[in-house]
């Protein structure tokens, strides 16, 4: 969903996320001379009203109009030079457990007098926008994402620099509510508040699922598993053991499974064995050709399967709360009882190989009505033909983006830099073409291609920037070391098209992948869903491309040039907001990616 509004020559649009909104804005050309940038303040429960902050400040505040009633970052007293803004409730403002429900967003484009000093703000030149800000849910599908943001200030500034995610004594199951560490002001908090913060809405989806099971004793629960060590989960699932209302298929490839050096998924079976005894709650260890991959949660009752969780959310810490991850909910019994299908055939078969030759591997499933979009949804393993026929009719959508007006692929998938099949390949080369607008992150993609003045090409950055040293103002922030921050195997074609589509799911998109591990790939066919995952995209590669300028790794593409940010690096080190309005050139050059990006979303 999106509203838009506008006013002499000004537009504003919002667009509805998860739990999240992103704000775009439009000027006619001539009204930004003088352009100082774009204050934002949100109004919640008709008379609670924020301003959004932004870190960085006029060189010499004195200088310009300032509100001594708000901090110096909010956007009254140091507008934004951006036309578009992801705004994330809560932080600053609302702590973490922010209001859901309506917010009236209004957008004052601000200007500069003849001595360059901030005007005063004037409510005559705002637009306000309208929407609900809420976890996101659209007829019997929900879409769920954790926030991935380790490596950010807001995270710094909740839980510190050295938070922990996991006690330093082992065990597979502890207390959550135990102090978990202090932040940079000295404040305790807990591993639930911490975990309650990072799981975002994929933590509260599961959990409320899980409880939605424990809570009615007529309900059962078949579940997929590959990472499998989140304390709150391994409890709910021991409790529906000992009550025989629950089976599992887990995977015991090398890194979940060991003889001779335990993992905590060995842990689990012992404690879930222990606890099964005497009712029919039952586990299964396998792999297939190399990884029971799925991560996924089938609900039934008498009647059958009634309620499906899925996504690329494993059901563990690093899972929930370090890696960026997305969990679909399809509230729909035709789908749940297509998922519950391939449970049964993979149970009775041991996990194995042998399903790439039934049905279920080798169809195309689709589902739609009026509460559900057009869905198609694929099982693997497949055999090496469905396989490369699924991944290249994905190609084939992103290559046609390149013959539309205002064509556009957004993406987050794990690794880029290996794998095998035409998926990959498609989107590292993504960046280069000059006819679609791309934007892209991967932990592993192969060469980091960031923002160049005065070109139309894509940006493509990394998850894991090595050794980041930011500049004043900004606070240094965490590495995640061993592991992925990316997780996600998401992408969108066509936003803000006629025929937008995201390709979602646990599947690595790869060849390999689909030839060998249980997956399930996802296509959704609707404007609504690919922009929540759309501004899940936009997001993540804001936040790490700055980042990446940062990394002392990071590489520039052959023959790119310094980024126009650059210029507002102070000789001190320091980063200031401009005080001319050359800032707006590149949004206004069509051949530039600002440019396209304002007239895609703007």
């Known amino acids: 969903m999106s509203v838009t509004q506008q006013k002499n020559g000004f537009s504003v649009t919002a667009y509805q996320g998860d739990a999240k909104t992103l704000l775009a804005f439009n000027l006619s050309k001539e009204k930004t001379t003088n352009l100082a940038g774009f204050t934002i303040q949100y109004t919640i429960n008709d008379n609670q009203s924020y301003y959004v902050q932004n870190e960085l400040q006029f060189k010499d505040p004195a200088q310009h109009a300032q509100d001594p009633a708000q901090p110096a970052t909010s956007t009254i007293n140091a507008p934004l030079h951006k036309f578009r803004w992801v705004h994330v409730p809560g932080s600053l403002n609302q702590g973490i457990k922010p209001f859901y429900g309506p917010y009236r967003y209004t957008v004052t484009p601000r200007y500069f007098d003849q001595r360059q000093s901030l005007k005063p703000l004037d409510n005559s030149l705002s637009v306000?926008?309208?929407?609900?800000?809420?976890?996101?849910?659209?007829?019997?599908?929900?879409?769920?994402?954790?926030?991935?943001?380790?490596?950010?200030?807001?995270?710094?500034?909740?839980?510190?620099?050295?938070?922990?995610?996991?006690?330093?004594?082992?065990?597979?199951?502890?207390?959550?509510?135990?102090?978990?560490?202090?932040?940079?002001?000295?404040?305790?908090?807990?591993?639930?508040?911490?975990?309650?913060?990072?799981?975002?809405?994929?933590?509260?989806?599961?959990?409320?699922?899980?409880?939605?099971?424990?809570?009615?004793?007529?309900?059962?629960?078949?579940?997929?598993?590959?990472?499998?060590?989140?304390?709150?989960?391994?409890?709910?699932?021991?409790?529906?053991?000992?009550?025989?209302?629950?089976?599992?298929?887990?995977?015991?490839?090398?890194?979940?499974?060991?003889?001779?050096?335990?993992?905590?998924?060995?842990?689990?079976?012992?404690?879930?064995?222990?606890?099964?005894?005497?009712?029919?709650?039952?586990?299964?260890?396998?792999?297939?050709?190399?990884?029971?991959?799925?991560?996924?949660?089938?609900?039934?009752?008498?009647?059958?399967?009634?309620?499906?969780?899925?996504?690329?959310?494993?059901?563990s810490v690093t899972g929930m709360y370090v890696n960026s991850n997305h969990v679909l909910i399809f509230d729909e019994s035709n789908v749940a009882a297509a998922y519950e299908k391939v449970f049964e055939d993979v149970w009775n078969d041991k996990v194995s190989l042998k399903f790439s030759g039934t049905a279920e591997a080798t169809k195309v499933f689709s589902f739609g009505s009026n509460q559900l979009p057009k869905t198609d949804i694929t099982f693997s393993p497949h055999q090496k033909a469905f396989a490369l026929q699924n991944l290249t009719n994905v190609v084939a959508r992103i290559d046609q983006e390149a013959k539309q007006n205002k064509g556009s692929v957004l993406f987050a998938v794990m690794g880029l830099a290996q794998g095998t099949g035409p998926i990959l390949p498609a989107l590292r080369a993504l960046h280069?073409?000059?006819?679609?607008?791309?934007?892209?992150?991967?932990?592993?993609?192969?060469?980091?291609?960031?923002y160049a003045p005065r070109r139309r090409t894509g940006v493509l950055v990394t998850g894991k920037p090595a050794k980041t040293k930011l500049?004043?103002?900004?606070?240094?922030?965490?590495?995640?070391?061993?592991?992925?921050?990316?997780?996600?195997?998401?992408?969108?074609?066509?936003?803000?098209?006629?025929?937008?589509?995201?390709?979602?799911?646990?599947?690595?998109?790869?060849?390999?992948?689909?030839?060998?591990?249980?997956?399930?790939?996802?296509?959704?066919?609707?404007?609504?869903?690919?922009?929540?995952?759309?501004?899940?995209?936009?997001?993540?590669?804001?936040?790490?491309?700055?980042?990446?300028?940062?990394?002392?790794?990071?590489?520039?593409?052959?023959?790119?040039?310094?980024?126009?940010s650059k210029q507002q690096l102070a000789k001190s080190a320091e980063w200031f907001l401009s005080t001319t309005d050359t800032w707006t050139g590149s949004y206004y050059d069509s051949d530039d990616i600002h440019s396209v990006d304002r007239e895609l979303f703007g």
Not at 232 to 256: E, W
Not at 433 to 449: H, K, L, R, V, W
Not at 552 to 564: F, H, I, L, R
């Open 128 to 315: 306000s926008a309208t929407l609900n800000v809420e976890p996101f849910a659209k007829g019997k599908i929900e879409v769920g994402f954790t926030r991935g943001f380790v490596q950010s200030e807001a995270f710094v500034h909740h839980f510190g620099s050295k938070a922990m995610f996991r006690p330093k004594a082992k065990g597979l199951i502890f207390d959550t509510s135990a102090v978990a560490g202090k932040n940079k002001a000295g404040q305790t908090y807990t591993f639930a508040e911490e975990y309650e913060w990072l799981g975002f809405t994929a933590r509260s989806k599961i959990l409320d699922l899980l409880n939605e099971v424990l809570n009615d004793k007529t309900l059962h629960l078949d579940m997929f598993a590959y990472d499998l060590n989140e304390p709150n989960i391994v409890q709910m699932l021991l409790a529906l053991a000992r009550q025989g209302r629950i089976r599992i298929i887990l995977d015991n490839a090398s890194l979940h499974h060991s003889n001779k050096s335990p993992k905590p998924e060995d842990e689990f079976e012992q404690l879930f064995n222990d606890a099964a005894k005497g009712t029919s709650a039952s586990i299964l260890h396998g792999k297939f050709g190399r990884f029971a991959h799925d991560k996924v949660l089938i609900i039934s009752n008498s009647t059958g399967p009634i309620k499906v969780l899925t996504g690329s959310t494993n059901y």
């Open 432 to 450: 280069q073409s000059q006819d679609i607008f791309s934007y892209g992150i991967s932990d592993a993609p192969g060469g980091i291609y960031l």
């Open 471 to 564: 500049p004043p103002p900004f606070d240094q922030v965490p590495g995640i070391g061993v592991g992925h921050q990316i997780h996600h195997k998401f992408v969108v074609c066509g936003c803000n098209g006629k025929n937008p589509v995201v390709y979602c799911g646990s599947s690595n998109l790869t060849l390999g992948g689909e030839e060998d591990n249980g997956d399930n790939l996802i296509a959704i066919y609707d404007e609504n869903i690919a922009t929540a995952f759309a501004i899940e995209a936009l997001a993540l590669v804001d936040h790490f491309d700055f980042l990446d300028r940062y990394a002392a790794k990071a590489k520039k593409a052959p023959g790119k040039v310094e980024s126009a």
